[in-house]
């Protein structure tokens, strides 16, 4: 994540409007008005009302049907991240909780349809082993599942999609089923498509129906969370607009 992003996202976002605001002091208007909408922000930004409206604007994709994986030829995974000296497993790094989930639906996809394998994910911060890497040890070792290409280089979706392309058009491969969660995968079908491949969305881990009531209103972490990805999406999809990838 640029610096950039965040400054743009909760909670930094919430702290710069509350430090500005006691800056141009609480006793003036604008002042007073811009530590209320960092803290109220903050908060709202917790409920789960919040973050299931933010994602679900971004899920606009259901899960494929067996017609549409039929006319398939690869399956892409891409990588959402990796947690650090993980000691369970007896890896080192592995597949952070996003990746696992994706790394799940695609076991059952490759289950479903034995289509081969690709995953996608680099050195985002320089690590030792590519982000590919610990991918295809957890597809072996976890799922049994086999990989047959590893795109190690990439540090973006942006990249995730050209190297991946580059990968699959050496086998005369057009047509990808791509798993990420549901709410990334409007910007990366976007990245794939700008690359010249057919795309075949394969959406895992949709968005939760808030709690009826008072619940649906109470602030927790893990929403703030959740929305701080949601709003993080939001603002790479203005990004691919301003490129042209998006309307």
């Known amino acids: 994540m640029t610096l950039l992003k965040i400054l743009l996202l ?10 500005l605001g006691l800056l141009l002091s609480p006793k003036r208007f604008l002042g007073a008005l811009l530590i209320m909408l960092g803290l109220f922000g903050l908060l709202l930004f917790a409920t ?8 679900q ?13 039929e006319s398939v030829e690869a399956i892409v995974i891409l990588g959402g991240g990796r947690d650090y000296e993980a000691p369970e497993f007896g890896w080192g790094d592995a597949p952070a909780n996003p990746t696992w989930r994706r790394l799940a639906y695609a076991a059952h996809l490759h289950r479903q349809t034995e289509l081969p394998l690709l995953v996608s994910g680099g050195r985002v911060h320089n690590e030792e082993s590519a982000e590919a890497n610990l991918m295809a040890v ?8 086999p990989v047959r290409w590893l795109e190690g280089e990439s540090r973006s979706t942006a990249e995730n999609a050209r190297f991946s392309a580059d990968m699959l058009r050496a086998e005369d491969i057009a047509r990808v089923a791509l798993v990420s969660q549901a709410w990334h995968l409007p910007r990366a079908v976007a990245e794939f498509e700008a690359q010249g491949l057919a795309v075949v969305p394969a ?24 929305s701080t990805r949601a709003l993080n999406e939001w603002l790479g999809r203005a990004g691919q607009s301003l490129r042209g990838l998006l309307p």
Do not use: C, K
């Open 203 to 226: 959406p895992t881990e949709f968005t939760s129906p808030p709690p009826e009531g008072l619940q649906a209103w109470l602030p927790r972490a893990y929403h703030l969370n959740q």
């Open 57 to 69: 604007g971004l899920e606009p994709y259901t899960t494929p049907s067996t017609a549409q994986l």
């Open 10 to 19: 909760p909670p930094t976002l919430n702290v710069l409007l509350v430090l």
């Open 138 to 145: 957890a597809l072996r070792d976890v799922f049994d599942v």
């Open 48 to 55: 789960p009302m919040a973050s299931h409206t933010l994602r």
